[in-house]
């Protein structure tokens, strides 16, 4: 593989200029989908234009790198009581949690179920339950990381699901009969482990 | 240039590691070879298991000269799109998604 340094010359095509010479320099190059940017990057400049039309192999890690840093949004829209549940399931855990533990506990759940730490069997028939058979009026909105991104279509798909909307859904039920239910709530002490890493 | 040649010229370039990415002032993030979500290894593996059926080839939109292949793979039942030329010293790639 040659290593290209800042300054070296190649060719590319330019969406202005069509086949044309470019210059190899350190740029800011933001992703399409408007999650971020790359910065100080080597990036091929048309020579005509200036406009960035490459990168070459080498700044794969880089970009690789940025691009996990990303933040995307995994979003459900659920009945007003869901957001109740994961209120009274974090104050069960520690009375001073306050709404913000939910995320926590979702992606707690979420990475459980997983590993097959937390087994869920029946998580698609807690959809079907006369709990979750009212209006969706609320919404649950998480900024993840790409590889939580990935692990949640992969639960999706393991747990038999349509999407990322019916997960959280599922999970929300689950932390209800697990937590908020029972008397003596299932991986409690695991729990406020959780929560003293939370502060 | 046919498939075959196009075939191994992509094999050859990814192996040696002479290629890059086409970007148009981004990053497209629907090129998951560039963002590291793919694998040289992976698309090494889609471009093998294409068949001449599954290549075109067209003019670039940006410049008529340079051809455009397009190797369309199939891979657990989901078709993926490569898209790329081949421009000194190897080859530059638009796209690699399902």
Redesign the interface.
């Known amino acids: 593989?040659?290593i290209i340094k800042e300054g070296d010359n190649?060719?590319?095509?330019?969406?202005?200029c069509?086949?044309v010479p470019i210059t190899y320099r350190l740029k800011d190059?933001?992703?399409?989908?408007k999650?971020g940017l790359?910065k100080n990057v080597l990036?091929?400049v048309c020579d005509a234009c200036e406009?960035?039309?490459?990168?070459?192999?080498q700044s794969?890690?880089q970009?690789?790198?940025e691009?996990?840093k990303t933040r995307v949004p995994v979003e459900s829209r659920v009945p007003a009581h869901f957001l109740d549940i994961l209120s009274l399931a974090s104050a069960k855990i520690r009375e001073d949690l306050g709404h913000d533990f939910s995320r926590h506990l979702i992606l707690y759940y979420l990475h459980g179920i997983n590993s097959g730490h937390i087994k869920c069997p029946g998580i698609k028939g807690l959809l079907d339950s006369d709990i979750a058979s009212a209006p969706a009026s609320k919404r649950v909105s998480l900024k993840v990381s790409?590889n939580t991104e990935k692990e949640f279509s992969e639960v999706v798909h393991k747990v038999g699901l349509k999407n990322n909307s019916e997960l959280i859904k599922g999970i929300i039920l689950k932390i209800n009969q697990d937590i908020v239910q029972p008397e003596n709530p299932v991986r409690f002490k695991e729990l406020k482990t959780l929560a003293s890493a939370f502060g | 240039m046919g498939f075959k040649d196009a075939k191994e010229g992509a094999l050859r370039c990814l192996r040696s590691g002479d290629y890059a990415h086409a970007v148009r002032d981004e990053i497209d993030v629907k090129n998951l070879l560039a963002c590291g979500l793919v694998t040289e290894e992976d698309v090494i593996a889609l471009i093998n298991r294409t068949k001449g059926n599954q290549h075109e080839e067209r003019p670039h939109d940006n410049d008529r000269s340079v051809t455009v292949h397009i190797f369309k793979p199939q891979h657990k039942g989901v078709t993926w799109y490569i898209k790329f030329y081949f421009v000194e010293p190897g080859v530059m790639f638009i796209s690699v998604h399902p």
């Open positions: 593989m040659k190649g060719r590319a095509v330019c969406q202005d069509g086949l190059i933001p992703f399409s989908d999650s790359v990036a091929g406009r960035v039309v490459s990168v070459p192999r794969t890690p970009i690789k790198s691009y996990q790409r």
